[in-house]
């Protein structure tokens, strides 16, 4: 069974409402309370095996991660996160120690982002362990940023730096909430989303629910050390990892240029912002090279 | 690890809101929209060889349990259920047709009660099929009904029959959403929980929450056909399955003796109604057989 395909078979069986105002395929949906204001919800599942490593990851780390991801997702929105609920699954022979460690990891990550935990579910089972954090935002009166809104010639900006993150940042990631929201308040974002399935994939679900295209610039894309690092052990180039790696969770996002570069004359960003190409009326993404050369 | 001190854990940990008005430890979470608004909300996890079974249970039956167990959890705070987020990991094996098949069971349920299902989160693991189902629910002006509610000299009532549920029951039911919220428009509910432990533990969660007793009347339990043909089976009597069985996801609920006589005297309500016994001062559950003789 292939993921994409079985959510875009879902995404057609989708029943409407007016109140809900996104709905499935976007990293939020959003419904409406009133006129101004709208609840943001978004979960996500982590299973053992796929995002995480028992062996590798502390208990710790697997719970902040997994509420992590979700406060990712409602930072793609450009809005607040407010409250969570928590399942877990713990496989039948789990140290009470074990998971108390786990769930100090969700509380901490939840806590430097003044997230509330309101609920959930623990259960057990045979063998794996699985964690689902379903999260709430509210979008502060502010419009919320779907990845749907971008524009031709909008500029397509990035946030920190990519590529490498298996060596840790998948695990140890901060979601870029501040920064989201921020975006949201002082800027005027067309659309965002966070990269989890690595930046050429959430460029081309920007692309795709946009029907738009993009140039991407290679030598401004923003290269990590540790997708340097990887590249020195697996052959690719750094500027694969950076293109194809998933999970670095930093915002791709694209506003009009007027508004680009007001914000990279903003010195008070909180991280580092990258120019990394343009958006334009055709299909797909192109790659251009230092010379000016279009490699894809 | 025991799941239930590991939740009375998470409990003591918990933040306090002035927008949540039930926190963890309910049926449900609250949080606080405006003066009269509310929004509900429970996550339940359901995992293959605990909460159902591959060898036993079709892909449409398990969609169905999975997000009836969540419908059930509002019901059981008398209030109406309008979304739902659904994360799912698929074995990496799963074939296509399984998958559709399991979210047309979700699907089937979700539109019976005209819940939209507004997001998700599609994922693969090694060998474990795990469902979560997050939904919302609004209170429609009406008080939530919590746990904590029941008062001394209460009658505690239940809807339908219980007991040996696991002979099909347990997947197939169809949850008490409509009865609930009916429940808390015509009548005055002071506690209620929906039977998914059993009718002992769930009551004693009510007495825990509520700091009473109770007596129940062992000749009024209302006893399903499948908890006597079980009883021919296990050796256990009829009444010992349908006081410890789970899975029954009836409503047991608590209201003064004279609201329980209006109820009683409404001839429309859509489902069986027994009075079971009473609440009173003291500690824990005491059975009282034909003769009037404690057991317990």
Same mark, same amino acid.
């Given at each position: 069974?292939?993921?994409?395909?079985?959510?875009?078979?879902?995404?057609?069986?989708?029943?409407?409402?007016?109140?809900?105002?996104?709905?499935? #395929?976007?990293?939020?949906?959003?419904?409406?309370?009133?006129?101004?204001?709208?609840?943001?919800?978004?979960?996500?599942?982590?299973?053992?095996?796929?995002?995480?490593?028992?062996?590798?990851?502390?208990?710790?780390?697997?719970?902040?991660?997994?509420?992590?991801?979700?406060?990712?997702?409602? @930072?793609?929105?450009?809005?607040?996160?407010?409250?969570?609920?928590?399942?877990?699954?713990?496989?039948?022979?789990?140290?009470?120690?074990?998971?108390? =460690?786990?769930?100090?990891?969700?509380? $901490?990550?939840?806590?430097?982002?003044?997230?509330?935990?309101?609920?959930?579910?623990?259960?057990?089972?045979? $063998?794996?362990?699985?964690?689902?954090?379903?999260?709430?935002?509210?979008? /502060?009166?502010?419009?919320?940023?779907?990845?749907?809104?971008?524009?031709?010639?909008?500029?397509?900006?990035?946030?920190? /730096?990519?590529?490498?993150?298996?060596?840790? $940042?998948?695990?140890?990631?901060?979601?870029?909430?501040?920064?989201?929201?921020?975006?949201?308040?002082?800027?005027?974002?067309?659309?965002?989303?966070?990269?989890?399935? #690595?930046? @050429?994939?959430?460029? #081309?679900?920007?692309? /795709?629910?946009?029907?738009?295209?993009?140039?991407?610039?290679?030598? =401004?894309?923003?290269?990590?050390?540790?997708?340097?690092?990887?590249?020195?052990?697996?052959?690719?180039?750094?500027?694969?990892?950076?293109?194809?790696?998933?999970?670095?969770?930093?915002?791709?996002?694209?506003?009009?240029?007027?508004?680009?570069? $007001?914000?990279? @004359?903003?010195?008070?960003?909180?991280?580092?912002?990258?120019?990394?190409?343009?958006?334009?009326?055709?299909? #797909?993404?192109?790659?251009?090279?230092?010379?000016?050369?279009?490699?894809?």
């Amino acid at each position: 069974m292939d993921e994409f395909s079985f959510i875009k078979w879902i995404k057609s069986n989708q029943k409407k409402d007016r109140n809900v105002i996104i709905g499935i #395929g976007d990293d939020c949906a959003s419904i409406r309370i009133n006129d101004e204001n709208m609840f943001l919800v978004s979960t996500d599942m982590l299973v053992e095996g796929t995002h995480f490593d028992l062996k590798k990851n502390t208990p710790g780390e697997i719970g902040s991660k997994s509420i992590a991801c979700s406060i990712s997702d409602i @930072a793609a929105m450009g809005c607040s996160a407010k409250y969570a609920v928590v399942s877990i699954c713990f496989p039948h022979e789990t140290e009470t120690e074990f998971a108390r =460690e786990l769930y100090r990891g969700i509380n $901490k990550m939840a806590d430097a982002f003044s997230i509330k935990i309101i609920g959930g579910d623990i259960v057990s089972g045979k $063998k794996t362990l699985v964690v689902n954090v379903t999260i709430y935002g509210r979008n /502060e009166g502010l419009k919320t940023i779907s990845r749907s809104g971008a524009r031709a010639d909008d500029a397509l900006m990035i946030t920190g /730096e990519l590529g490498g993150s298996i060596l840790g $940042k998948h695990i140890t990631f901060k979601p870029r909430l501040k920064e989201g929201l921020l975006l949201n308040k002082k800027f005027n974002i067309n659309s965002m989303i966070d990269i989890s399935d #690595g930046l @050429a994939a959430d460029l #081309g679900h920007i692309l /795709e629910e946009s029907r738009v295209g993009a140039i991407l610039y290679e030598d =401004e894309i923003p290269i990590s050390e540790d997708a340097k690092e990887l590249a020195r052990k697996t052959g690719f180039s750094a500027l694969h990892h950076a293109l194809y790696d998933g999970e670095d969770y930093e915002l791709l996002f694209t506003l009009s240029g007027r508004e680009s570069q $007001k914000l990279l @004359a903003s010195k008070s960003f909180p991280s580092r912002l990258s120019k990394i190409g343009y958006i334009d009326k055709s299909k #797909g993404i192109r790659i251009v090279d230092t010379y000016g050369n279009q490699k894809k």
